[in-house]
Structure formats: C-alpha cells, structure tokens
Nanobody, 116 residues
Framework: QVQLVESGGGLVQPGGSLRLSCAAS????????MNWYRQAPGKERELVAT????????NYADSVKGRFTISRDNAVNTVYLQMNDLKPDDTAMYYC?????????WGQGTQVTVSS
C-alpha cells in the first residue's frame, strides 16, 4: 500500500537551510500530485507547497514563497522541499502527502527546528 517516508529534518539556526526528502512507494507516483504540509504545536496543519505530476506547476504558501522550493524526481519516486533562509516560525513537523484513490496518505513526518 501507499508508503511515504520523510527525512532531512533537524536543528538549524535562523537563516540556515535544510533539504527534506520524501520517498514514495505503493502507488502511481508519476500520476500523482504531491504536497508538503507542516504543523507546529498548537496550530492547525498548514499546506506549504504543492507540485503537479510533471512539476510543471508548483504552488507555495505566502509565508514560504521565495524561500522554499518543491521539486520531484519521478525516476526515483521522490519529492523534495528545499528550505532556505529559515525562520523560527518555520519550526514544525513537516509531512509529505498525496491523494491516491479515495484516501489521503501521509508520512510519519520529519521535525524541523529553527532556533539560535
């Protein structure tokens, strides 16, 4: 069945960078749009970035536009989130997501902490 495994999170100082990865399996990755969400303590889960099946269209939350870049490599079933100029408000659990069939699938999340 659908499996999504995030990696690449960690502790970084403000202004630093991280690159998150999401390894996908168990579904037609090449036919699926992919999303990154995040959730900070006490806040609702927030859509951060979306990428279509070929990468022709990408969309970002206003709070990360110009700093984050979503990309995908369909040859290896992986979606990425490059995060630059990180801010303390970016601190959250980051989740990879896709809608396949009738269900929405999620990874286990990877923690990003931005602190000096």
């Amino acid at each position: 069945q659908v499996q999504l495994v995030e990696s690449g999170g960690g502790l970084v100082q403000p202004g630093g960078s991280l690159r998150l990865s999401c390894a996908a399996s168990g579904f037609a990755f090449r036919q699926s749009a992919m999303n990154w969400y995040r959730q900070a303590p006490g806040k609702e889960r927030e859509l951060v970035a979306t990428i279509t099946r070929t990468g022709a269209y990408r969309n970002y939350a206003d709070s990360v536009k110009g700093r984050f870049t979503i990309s995908r490599d369909n040859a290896v079933n992986t979606v990425y989130l490059q995060m630059n100029d990180l801010k303390p408000d970016d601190t959250a659990m980051y989740y990879c997501n896709t809608m396949w069939g009738a269900t929405s699938s999620w990874g286990q999340g990877t923690q990003v902490t931005v602190s000096s």
